[in-house]
């Protein structure tokens, strides 16, 4: 890695963050562009996590991982912005999932709750309410709310939207 990259990392550092989860150190948070809140870079030629590309300048190589996916950089601090190398350690997935939830990130929502859901809790019930006497066919109800017919089957049967 040359020094041309490094320059360009560190331009898009604050290495004077806000303290965080009762660090000793600040953190040191990305400024660039996000995905998902986590720092993005590029290096060599494609995308990865500023966190992640700190890793490898302060501590070396990521190591491969296990048959459940790649080796994770976390965050101690919990703060996805952060490229503070004392802020980082090595995890697998699992271990990801764990910090996740021990830190209570790990949010379940249902329903319109979802930032992605295309039907209301309303929309459902006249869904149900449209198919129980059988006047409309699964897919004349899915054009009806621009969604997929298993969609429609999904909500019929309960197997989504259980919680209305």
Same mark, same amino acid.
Request: positive net charge; proline residues 3%.
């Given at each position: 890695?040359?020094?041309?990259?490094?320059?360009?990392? @560190?331009?898009?550092?604050?290495? $004077?963050? +806000?303290?965080?989860?009762?660090? %000793?150190?600040?953190?040191? %948070? @990305?400024?660039? =562009?996000? *995905?998902?809140? $986590?720092?993005?870079?590029? $290096?060599?030629?494609?995308?990865?996590?500023?966190? *992640?590309?700190?890793?490898? !300048?302060?501590?070396?190589?990521?190591?491969?991982?296990?048959?459940?996916?790649?080796?994770? !950089?976390?965050?101690?601090?919990?703060?996805?912005?952060?490229?503070?190398? %004392?802020?980082?350690?090595?995890? =697998? &997935? !699992?271990? &990801?999932?764990?910090?996740?939830?021990?830190?209570?990130?790990? #949010? #379940?929502?249902?329903?319109?709750?979802?930032?992605?859901?295309?039907? =209301?809790?309303?929309?459902?019930?006249?869904?149900? %309410? +449209?198919? !129980?006497? *059988? +006047?409309?066919?699964?897919?004349?109800?899915? &054009?009806? $709310?621009? #969604?997929?017919? =298993?969609?429609?089957?999904?909500?019929?049967?309960?197997?989504? @939207?259980?919680?209305?």
């Amino acid at each position: 890695m040359d020094q041309k990259t490094l320059n360009r990392f @560190w331009s898009k550092v604050n290495k $004077y963050g +806000k303290t965080m989860n009762h660090m %000793e150190t600040p953190c040191w %948070e @990305w400024t660039a =562009s996000l *995905r998902s809140g $986590y720092g993005q870079f590029t $290096y060599p030629q494609k995308q990865m996590f500023a966190h *992640r590309f700190s890793w490898l !300048v302060h501590c070396g190589e990521i190591p491969e991982g296990d048959h459940y996916g790649t080796t994770c !950089v976390l965050h101690k601090c919990d703060n996805r912005k952060c490229v503070n190398p %004392e802020h980082l350690f090595l995890g =697998s &997935n !699992v271990d &990801n999932i764990a910090d996740k939830m021990s830190k209570g990130r790990h #949010v #379940v929502c249902v329903g319109e709750q979802c930032y992605n859901s295309k039907l =209301s809790d309303s929309q459902v019930l006249e869904i149900r %309410e +449209k198919y !129980v006497p *059988r +006047k409309y066919t699964l897919l004349q109800i899915a &054009n009806d $709310y621009d #969604v997929d017919q =298993s969609t429609i089957r999904a909500i019929i049967k309960r197997k989504a @939207w259980r919680h209305i």
